[in-house]
């Protein structure tokens, strides 16, 4: 028997590590064969694996000679598995994926994507960075989640929900969000209600207000030491304090930016809305030597960075304004292709983060107001913020129905708008699109269906330009909707394109604004200035000086972005949009209600 | 050993009684009998489980960001390739036009467990995080000679081929005819040449040397690289390691801070705040003497060249770099999910094919990844950068390899941005931040 067992022992482990080896190798041959091993890293792992196999092969037989010397074998045996197995299970997934870090790098982090306010963008930006970095603390230096935030101007982003993210918001806006983080709740309210219906590929649960920022009246600081006193003062208050200093007030559009309906509604519960109306001019963004009516976070941003010339804007908070409250909205899409399942998890985390201390200390330092928090050591006056704050009211917004009177009010009391179009007839726009139609016959089929958008008390002017001149076929003041489609109807595109004299031609002739006018140049053209005496600049400098707000409608080979055509309409509040032949007409209507101001 | 020796010495008797089979000759018989049933099997069964050579038929999605070409040359091929192969048509789905918007929402569907995409167009920068998560499939059986060697080598990671070139794109110095005498061949003379062009003062719009697109996004990261690589230093080495602290580094960012500065700068300040399209204004606006800018710039400038009522033309000229160009340009590859991985690499060799990429650069405007291409009459003529561009991207070098490349790029900009700000000295903590975002920290 002892002779036997001898024997076995012997040989036994040898043979059982042969055969380990030889399989090693053969799975080694076939593993180099396919490319896994293609690394140092994989190699290196490769060897850890393999000498534990043959060690643990051949040591089964000294173990089996040490168990026979124990009592109650078996028992001890269960036991040391039971207690090996517990070890293991507690201890391996830590220590692999250490492992796995030390070799191979971090595993990719998951993508989770937050769609913003233009406005909040950036301080948003700034707290996910910080949040990606809290996620990276206790996963040795690997962060879990990459928070890709993007923005879309006005509403878009909230129209663009409410019709299930379609191939054109795929491709105008952004990639599907995970996470909807708006200006302000009452935004989504109509969106949740929109979306919550049974057979919706979108499912939007509402969160909770993650911090604040309230709208402000941001006045140069010259102007500011004459208009500040320590008393409290309402909206109307410091609206007709300032404008009697004659500087210019910009608000944005009350119909799709927040900033502006929230304090276009507690000017007018104090002052007549004619008054506001002839007072204002339309601005998405701070200009020098103006007022403008913004958010805290945007004038405290735009101090920081944005602002080449000191002084700097200061702001005025009035007694009765309302806020910016910053909703986090976790949205959820069923297509099974586009669900982002892994996405959820992290967006909690980071909704949940921004209720910690860590969460609202970043917002803090990023300019935002967290509900639970006073205000942190960034809000210093020489950002033109006060730390302090008194406001009287309780509630964020104006409820509903207050909303709905509002845009009755505000419909009758903006001003006539008076647009002056230009159209590209150069020979470019005889090109035909895939329907078969030039691109003129389209761009005129557009317009015709543009002027049908036009109020009651508005009006329009038509002209055309190629090669190096811009002929006028209606003036100012027309209201006939079908006379601007019997002019075009004579016109054969031809020749260059001079579109910087196209515009400066349409500044002069739709006329300053006035107290009961406001006008707008609205330019169509499918390329670049080729034909102009003026340069890029001589336009900028014109449109900036006048203050009449350009769009751009870009088609066939003109882009905003590929020729700078933002840098005309940038310099008055306008808007450049790219544009197809198939969106052609939508997107001309939708600018022309933009420029008549109506409700869209 | 002994049953073997036992078995085969009764071997004679293992035959059916009453047959003689003299000399074990059943053996020999056995060893036929088995050939042919080996032959039969492997030409008869077999074939019936391999997979076959056909397409798989039904819709190939293709997730790519916006078609940017002149007219749409994209749409027209894939139409193209739709009239020709109406049982494999093919979709593109068109993502935003920022790259990482693109990147954000072909990772999430690429992690959806759902067959959703079928081709995958990629910036070059991404095929080591695509190819290393698992989102592709890898080429077979693919031919790839006739493609130029830079853009083929961005398709490969670890040795392995995973996608074709779609298109590529190599950077350019553009400089003022008028004002420069010979091509500079170094950032020094950029500097002189610029420095005499401010002080001759020929031109009132002047106001400063050259300019790039140094504002905060990928573009600052290639533009560094350029300058770095321009001056014989480096960021990242072959073999992986951060070397970026090094005198030639340090000189290169120095000649760009100290550029900046000054009443007549040699690097024009708004670069800072610049994307391609605004130094392609600030350069047709005749602000600067020298231009860094991809080929695309010369299509907007080409329209300019000639004096016309009143504006005076710019006369320009396009050259190399001063040093490597850092490679643009996108990719085609199947993803690992697809069904139709046969008729989707039939589609990319259809994308990637001679015929295609001579439409797509000659209409389209995108530089092609064939070198046969650039020898056409046509594409010589109606871009004539083309010989130039060519040479640039033989010699042009790919960014960081690396699975976390956008984190890499974030660091590394946070690294320049720092240098801008201290006469081009370095964070104390560079190297290592650099190489902890290699690996994804």
Redesign the interface.
């Known amino acids: 028997m002892e002779d036997v067992d001898q024997r076995r022992s012997s040989t036994a482990p040898r043979y059982a590590g042969a055969l380990m080896l030889a399989a090693v190798a053969g799975h080694l041959l076939s593993e180099t064969a396919t ?1 896994a091993l ?2 140092w890293q994989s190699w290196v792992l490769y060897g850890i694996g393999t000498a534990l196999l043959v060690l643990s092969a051949s040591a089964i037989d000294r173990l089996n000679r040490l168990a026979k010397r124990i009592r109650l074998r078996w028992v001890v045996f269960t036991a040391v598995l039971v207690v090996a197995a517990g070890l293991v299970a507690l201890a391996a997934p830590p220590v692999v994926a250490y492992g796995r ?1 030390l070799l191979l ?5 998951t ?1 989770v ?1 937050v769609l913003t306010s233009q406005d909040a963008a950036p301080v948003i930006g700034e707290v996910a960075r910080k949040f990606e970095q809290h996620t ?1 603390a206790g996963n ?4 879990t989640a ?1 928070l ?1 935030v ?1 923005s879309a101007w006005g509403n878009r982003g909230a129209i663009a929900l409410r019709s299930s993210w379609s ?1 054109q918001d ?7 969000p995970d996470v909807w983080l708006p200006d302000s709740t009452t935004e989504t309210t109509e969106v949740v209600r929109r979306t919550g219906g049974i057979g919706s590929a979108v499912r939007i649960t509402p969160g909770e207000s993650v911090a604040f920022s309230p709208v402000v009246l941001g006045v140069p600081a010259a102007i500011a030491q004459d208009v500040v006193s320590e008393a409290a003062e309402t909206w109307g208050e410091l609206f007709t304090k300032v404008g009697g200093t004659g500087i210019g007030i910009g608000r944005p559009d009350p119909l799709r930016a927040i900033d502006g309906r929230l304090a276009t509604e507690a000017l007018y519960e104090s002052l007549e809305p004619a008054v506001v109306e002839r007072r204002v001019e339309e601005a998405d963004r701070p200009r020098p030597d103006a007022a403008v009516i913004t958010t805290e976070q945007v004038l405290m941003r735009h101090n920081r960075t944005g602002c080449a010339r000191k002084p700097c804007l200061t702001a005025l908070y009035p007694s009765d304004t309302y806020r910016a409250d910053y909703p986090l909205n976790l949205v959820e899409w069923d297509a ?8 959820r998890a992290p967006a909690r985390q980071f909704q949940a983060w921004l209720g910690t201390q860590e969460g609202m200390t970043a917002l803090n330092a990023a300019g935002l107001r967290p509900a639970r928090q006073a205000a942190g050591p960034e809000f210093r006056e020489e950002l033109g913020v006060r730390a302090g704050l008194a406001l009287d009211r309780a509630e964020a917004a104006p409820d509903d129905a207050v909303h709905a009177a509002f845009q009755k009010k505000y419909e009758q009391a903006k001003r006539d708008g008076r647009v002056w179009l230009a159209l590209d007839a150069s020979g470019s726009m005889a090109e035909p699109t895939a329907t078969g139609d030039t691109r003129f016959s389209v761009a005129v089929e557009g317009v015709r269906k543009a002027l049908t958008q036009m109020g009651a008390e508005d009006t329009y002017g038509l002209s055309v330009f190629n090669n ?1 001149e811009v002929r006028q076929l209606i003036p100012l003041g027309r209201r006939d909707k079908e006379a601007a489609t019997a002019a075009l109807g004579t016109v054969q595109p031809s020749g260059g394109t001079p579109l910087h004299q196209a515009v400066l031609d349409g500044l002069d002739r739709v006329g300053a604004n006035d107290a009961d006018h406001v006008g707008a140049v609205v330019v169509l053209t499918d390329g ?1 200035d ?8 001589d336009v900028v400098d014109a449109v900036a000086r006048k203050g009449i707000r350009v769009f751009v409608i870009a088609v ?2 003109a ?1 905003c ?4 055509l933002t ?1 005309i309409t940038d310099a008055s509040g306008g808007e450049c949009r790219d544009s197809t032949t198939d969106t052609l007409g939508d997107d001309l209507a939708a600018l022309f209600l933009r420029v008549w101001g109506g409700t869209g | 050993m002994k049953w073997l020796r036992r078995t085969w010495a009764a071997l004679p008797r293992l035959g059916p009684p009453g047959v003689v089979w003299a000399n074990r000759s059943w053996l020999a018989m056995g060893v036929a009998i088995g050939i042919v049933l080996t032959i039969l099997f492997t030409s008869g069964v077999q074939p019936l489980f391999r997979e076959s050579g056909e397409w798989e038929k039904g819709k190939l999605v293709v997730l790519s960001g ?1 078609d ?1 070409s ?2 749409g040359q994209r749409r027209a091929l894939i139409n193209q390739w739709n009239a020709e192969h109406p049982e494999q048509p093919a979709e593109i ?6 790259a ?3 990147r ?2 072909m ?3 690429a ?4 067959d ?2 079928d081709v995958f167009n990629l910036d070059v920068t991404w095929t080591a ?1 695509f190819a ?2 698992g989102y592709l499939r890898p080429l077979s059986t693919v031919d790839t000679s006739g493609f130029l060697r830079k853009p083929l080598e961005s398709c490969r990671h ?3 081929l995973w996608a074709l070139p779609f298109n590529t794109d190599a950077g350019l110095l553009f400089y003022r005819k008028d004002l420069v005498k010979e091509e500079p061949l170094g950032l020094d003379e950029i500097a002189t040449t610029s420095t005499r062009a401010l002080r001759a003062a020929q031109d009132a719009r002047l106001t400063a040397g050259f300019g790039g697109q140094l504002a905060d996004y990928e573009g600052l990261t290639v533009n560094a690289l350029e300058l770095i690589w321009a001056e014989k230093g480096d960021v990242v080495d072959e073999t992986g390691k951060v070397v970026i602290d090094s005198d030639r580094t340090r000189r290169a960012l120095r000649w760009l801070a100290d550029g900046l500065q000054g009443e007549k700068p040699v690097v024009l300040p708004e670069s800072l705040d610049q ?1 391609e ?2 130094t ?2 600030a350069f ?2 005749g602000k600067i003497v020298f231009m860094r800018n991809w080929p ?1 710039a010369h299509r ?1 400038l080409q ?1 300019n060249r000639g004096e ?4 005076p033309g710019i006369d320009f000229e396009v050259a190399q770099l001063t040093g490597p160009s850092v490679l643009g340009g996108q990719n085609l590859a199947i993803s690992a999910k697809s069904a139709k991985p046969r008729a989707a690499q039939a589609l990319i060799e259809f994308l990637t094919g001679p015929r295609s990429q001579q439409l797509l650069f000659e209409r389209g405007g995108l530089a092609a990844t064939r070198g046969i291409v650039y020898q056409d009459s046509q594409v010589t003529t109606r871009h004539p950068y083309a010989t130039t561009l060519l040479k640039a991207i033989e010699d042009a070098r790919l960014r960081p390899v690396t ?2 490349y ?2 890499f790029s974030d660091e590394f900009r946070t690294v320049i941005r720092y240098a801008l700000d201290h006469d081009g000295a370095l964070p104390a903590n560079a190297t290592q931040v650099l190489t ?1 975002a ?4």
């Open positions: 490319g293609a690394t870090v790098g971090c595993p990719q982090p993508e994507r990276a040795h230096g690997c962060r990459r890709y993007f191939s795929l491709k105008e806006v952004g990639p599907h099974p292709d586009v669900s982002n399942l892994a996405a190096s670049e080729t034909t102009s005496p003026q340069t890029r600049q066939g080979d882009s972005a590929a020729h700078a840098s | 916006r940017e002149e007219g789905v068109e993502l935003s036009s920022e990482d918007g693109q954000s929402e990772v999430a569907r992690r959806e467990k759902a959703n995409v995080e290393q998560s670890q040795g392995v994307t399209q605004l392609t204004q047709r606006d695309v907007t329209g016309s009522a009143g504006r699975a976390y956008s984190r902890d290699l690996q994804g920290r």
